[in-house]
């Protein structure tokens, strides 16, 4: 409010345009004083009212923790549990599966990636890793075409399916 001024030929008069700056002060500054008043109204009752819901939705959070982790899916993570209704949570999912056939479909497509899976671990790590890297070394295959030739059969790594789904926007599952 102070920035607002007028001339005294604006207003007319210079003696109005000097009253109206004066105003506009007095102005400023009360409505400073109110909202000082309020942030100390506000200060001295804690917020209470928002901090009571905080604590209900954390309470709240919690118990839904702790009643999945009875009777929940034990692979969702805590931040899933919170978000659920109860409902969601008070119904496991053994009690009501899906048996669509996108349900099977994605089911068979995760066993496949865990066959997969288990097959590049069992030519890279361990023994198994020992005696390819023995073997690449005997015949002369360099690194770079073994990798080629994991992924060639294996498809990507899981760390490599995980960065492209970062990329992606996702991180699901």
Known sequence: MSE????GMEAGHHGL?????DFCERWEWG????????????AKLGLA???????????????????????????AS?????????GDVLTPDYL???YSRESFERASDE????WKDTGRALVTEGNGGRQAEQLNELFGVDQQ????????????????????QEQQGGGGN
């Open 4 to 7: 607002l001024s007028m001339t």
């Open 17 to 21: 345009s000097v009253d109206f700056e």
């Open 31 to 42: 409505v400073r004083a109110l909202v000082q008043d309020a942030n100390a109204i506000a």
């Open 49 to 75: 009212a928002g901090i009571v819901w905080e604590e209900d939705q954390y309470v709240q959070g919690t118990m839904k923790i702790a009643v999945n982790a009875g009777v929940g899916n034990p692979h």
């Open 78 to 86: 805590e931040d899933e549990i919170v978000k659920q209704g109860w």
């Open 96 to 98: 009501s599966p899906d």
């Open 111 to 114: 066993a496949g990636q865990t």
């Open 145 to 164: 075409a073994f990798d080629r030739s994991v992924d060639d059969m294996f498809g990507p790594s899981p760390e490599e399916r995980a960065r492209q």
